[in-house]
Structures are given as structure tokens and as C-alpha cells.
């Protein structure tokens, strides 16, 4: 059996690893167009697992987790641009204040259960966007913060030996990079214990307190680790399109990266992943050919609510099960 699970485990790190790679040569292979979409698919699929954590993981449905992105976002742009600090400083600085909005938040938010726990994250979004949305002076207000500089990475092809790449193509494998640090942070912590405890909260919170779990502090601490990995995302998507806007951090956008997160399977590691980068596809090709766009998103989500209550990464494993029992 010990050997069984750690071949598992040794399959799915040559698997990760491959992954790895097969997107680290997309820069070097694909036109401008695809690279520039994957590497926002990239930052939203950290940032839909992120969410997975709470909602996937711990059972804590929250309606606020663009705020996290949006403070990220936000601190990681006026470091750049008022303060003229180092990229790299700048994007800690976003992870880090991502977590401590999330830290503010939780604080309260983890007090309560079930919808008062949703309402309060949707509560506390919205202070947050109004702070933004009225901030003239440090925001930009409802104009939001543009012209963010980018930063200087011609050091990555002259590393890589590639003269000819552009800031986009550098900047994505930045993204990857950081990306894929997030996912691992993510991937250890739910194969951890402390995921073990974070599955039990979500199956019954009352009895992992009988069984010795504190289960606020544990929310708590997951909470702004999701917070945090938000964060981290927002800096990068700000940077990249030299920009922030309070939409980045409006309801709205907290319900869409929930849709994804949904879409793929919650509760599955890679699902919000696969959910993400599905969903920002159909978005492409059905705005290209038609204005109706949530007309057929509301369709989608009513034929997997009804149909594939696990997402795709659900119908995935039945497909696959179903092949294996042949």
C-alpha cells in the first residue's frame, strides 16, 4: 500500500513537472496572441484554486475574494508607479497585502457559519471597493490606476540566450514561475494534515471541535493564505496590463472567479484550473460570434448544475473510471 501511494505520488510530480515545462516552451513555440492569453489564464487559475481552498477545501463559501486581488493589485501598482520600488518587492508587497485585507476580514468573517460567513466576505468586499472607488487622491477613483510601468526583464533573454523575445514573452515566464510556486504552496498544505483538518471542517465543524481542532484559527490561517496567493495574482495581472481598476475588486468579479472555480470542481485540486482556462476560452470564441455571452453562460452553468454537479474535473474522473471498469 506504501508503495502504491508513493508511486501515486511520483506520477503526479513527473506529471506537474511535465506540465511545467510543456508551458515554460509556449513562449518560445506560440504567436503574441496565445501567450498573452495564457498568461492571464494562468493568474486567474491561481486565482480561482486560491478560492478552492475556502470554498473547495474548508466550506466556506466567500463572495468577496476579488477584494484580496484588488488590494494586491492595487499596492503592487503604486509601489511601482509612486514609489518606484523593484518589481519583485512590489509583488511580495501585493501577496502580502492581499493576506492582510484577508487577515481583517477573517478575522470577523470566521465567527460566523453558512450564509452570515457569505454575506460578511460580500460585506467586507464592498468596504473595500468603496475605499477604492472614492480614494481619488492615492486610486484614481473610478478611473482607477493606469499607466503602471513595466518592469525591466530583458535579463531573462539574455539568460535564456533569446534576443529576440519581447517583454510579454519574459514576463510569462515570470508568471509561470510565481504561478507555479503558488500551486505547490497549495498542493502541500492540502496533502498535509492541515488539509486533513480543513476537509473535516468541511464535513462537520462541530464534531472537529469535540475532536480538539480549533477550527477558527484554522479558517483563520487558510483564509489569509488564499488571501495572500490572491494577492500575489492581482500584482501580476496589474502589472501585465498596466493597469487596476475598482472592478478588479467588485462583487462581481468575486461571483465570476466562484463560477470557475464551480465549473471545474470544487473540492478537486486542479478543477477551478481547468474551470478557469475553459471558461475564459468559451468567453473568446462565443464574444467573437455573438453579444449574448451570459445568455450562454447562464445556460452552461444550468446544464452543469443539473447535470454535472462535480464540475468538470467530476465528469473527467467518471469517464476515466468508466474506461478502467471496461
Known sequence: MAVKTLDNKRNRLLMATALFLGLGAVPFF???????????ALIIACLSMSLNLLVGYTGLISFGHAAYFGLGAYACGLLLKSAGLPFGVSLVAAGAFGGLGAAVAGFFCVRLNRVYFSMLTLAFSLIFWAICFRWNDLTGGDQGLSGIPYPNLTWISQMIGRPDFSSAQSYYLVSLVV???CIAAMWIIVSSPVGLMLRTIRENEQRSTFIGVETRRVKLAIFIVAGTIAGLAGGLFAVFNRGVYPDFM????SAEILIMALFGGIGSFWGPAIGSLTLL???QETVALTEYWSFA??????????????????LFERFTNTRRSK
Open 297 to 314: 453562460l447562464g445556460v452552461i452553468l444550468l446544464v452543469l448544475t443539473l447535470r454535472f454537479p462535480s464540475g468538470l474535473w467530476g
Open 281 to 283: 476560452l468559451l468567453h
Open 250 to 253: 467588485y462583487w462581481t468579479k
Open 30 to 40: 506560440a504567436p503574441p496572441f496565445y501567450v498573452v492569453f495564457l498568461n492571464d
Open 179 to 181: 504561478v507555479a510556486i
